[in-house]
């Protein structure tokens, strides 16, 4: 399946890489070949990858759509009909491939990027949403106790206690006001 998938997409990166891990590639999903998804898709990279990797081009040969995209692109035909012309198409074919894996790469490293940056907000947004409620419960302990379940109020003065050195005894407690009755 991930095989006919990299080929309908013309992945050639994948493609590649599936078949160095020992992908079949006439392996056929749901009655489809993966030769046959890549001519009918009119993947030439693909094509030459998995004729060179010993897909058969005669399980496909006899398909409709073959042979209507065989028809549209003379390269197509050339790649199948033509060991010598496959061999040639082979050194450019190995640098377009150097290419895709350096772009898959790149991609996989710019979406590792905006993962570290997805969690650094997620992270801020907690931290602040924790800085908020703990402000709120030290403010307003009453208000608090009323507005979020206890087990989050424990959590908070937890967090409080850590963070600011207070015990737990202390958060709790209401302030003293003293009182002075000098004249």
């Given at each position: 399946m991930?095989?006919?998938?990299?080929c309908a997409k013309g992945d050639l990166y994948k493609v590649a890489r599936l078949m160095n891990d020992g992908e079949d590639p006439d392996a056929a999903f749901i009655g489809v070949r993966p030769l046959q998804t890549a001519i009918e898709e009119d993947h030439v990279d693909v094509i030459a990858m998995l004729l060179h990797k010993g897909a058969s081009k005669d399980l496909v040969r006899s398909m409709k759509t073959v042979k209507v995209?065989?028809?549209k692109n003379a390269l197509i035909s050339?790649?199948?009909?033509?060991?010598a012309f496959r061999n040639e198409y082979q050194?450019?074919?190995?640098?377009?491939?150097?290419?895709a894996e350096i772009k898959a790469k790149e991609s996989q490293a710019a979406?590792?990027?905006q993962l570290k940056l997805v969690l650094i907000i997620l992270l801020t947004i907690v931290i602040c949403t924790m800085l908020a409620l703990s402000v709120f419960v030290r403010a307003?302990?009453?208000?608090?106790?009323?507005a979020l379940p206890e087990k989050l109020i424990d959590h908070i003065r937890i967090v409080q206690s850590v963070v600011l050195g207070i015990s737990k005894n202390e958060s709790r407690a209401q302030p003293e006001v003293v009182v002075s009755q000098e004249l």
């Open positions: 991930e095989l006919v998938s990299a995209a065989e028809s050339r790649l199948l009909d033509d060991e050194p450019g074919l190995v640098e377009r491939l150097e290419a979406l590792h990027r307003d302990p009453d208000a608090a106790a009323k």
